[in-house]
């Protein structure tokens, strides 16, 4: 994803996270004025160590960006709800951001695994597929459809949950998917 010179500042995104301490971030005026996303992904994939919660001794947990910060590990749900509440707080429509859930291609054979990560879509005129990825897995923010190893079965945001990243209306409210109506009770943007 190409970026024009940075000009004016955005709001911190540490701030945004609730304690991520990530790089103050500018806003690039080529891209609506929201954050680098480069920048923002690796920053908050290196706050803290990726564990899934099997591995930390505990079930399905769904963590806020304060819960997050405090644990100081968490798996990649986590790490995809702190970049959404992160660019949510920078300023960017919800309606443009969808946390996705589907598989993962672990190496290059067929073993897929169940993977979250965070995709910015497009303007309303732009296809999908260049719909912006920003993955706890690597650094480097590619389009979707540059991502064959992620298969998209389902997208949410605080507005609804669709089928895909689709932009039709919501299937079903935000509330109808459990952990994320947790953890959107329990966040707070302060």
């Not at 609730?18 to 908050?44: I, K, Q, R, T």
């Not at 969808?98 to 073993?111: C, E, M, P, S, T």
């Not at 997208?155 to 109506?181: E, I, K």
Request: glycine letters at 10%.
């Amino acid at each position: 994803m190409p970026l024009a010179p940075l000009r004016r500042r955005a709001p911190c995104i540490a701030a945004l996270c609730a304690g991520l301490s990530v790089e103050p971030v500018l806003a690039d005026p080529a891209d609506s004025g929201f954050p680098p996303l480069g920048d923002l992904n690796a920053g908050v994939n290196r706050q803290a160590i990726h564990l899934p919660d099997t591995d930390a001794g505990r079930g399905d947990q769904w963590a806020t960006p304060a819960e997050l910060a405090a644990s100081g590990a968490g798996d990649c749900e986590d790490f995809a709800i702190a970049k959404y509440f992160a660019l949510v707080g920078a300023g960017v429509p919800p309606e443009r951001l969808r946390i996705v859930y589907g598989r993962l291609q672990v190496g290059a054979g067929d073993v897929w695994r169940p993977h979250v990560a965070l995709v910015v879509l497009p303007e309303a005129s732009g296809s999908i597929g260049t719909a912006a990825v920003l993955d706890s897995v690597i650094d480097e923010v590619r389009p979707l459809s540059r991502r064959p190893d992620l298969q998209v079965r389902l997208s949410f945001n605080q507005d609804g949950v669709w089928a895909g990243p689709d932009r039709a209306p919501a299937a079903r409210g935000a509330g109808r998917l459990r952990p994320w109506a947790q953890v959107l009770s329990r966040w707070s943007p302060h």
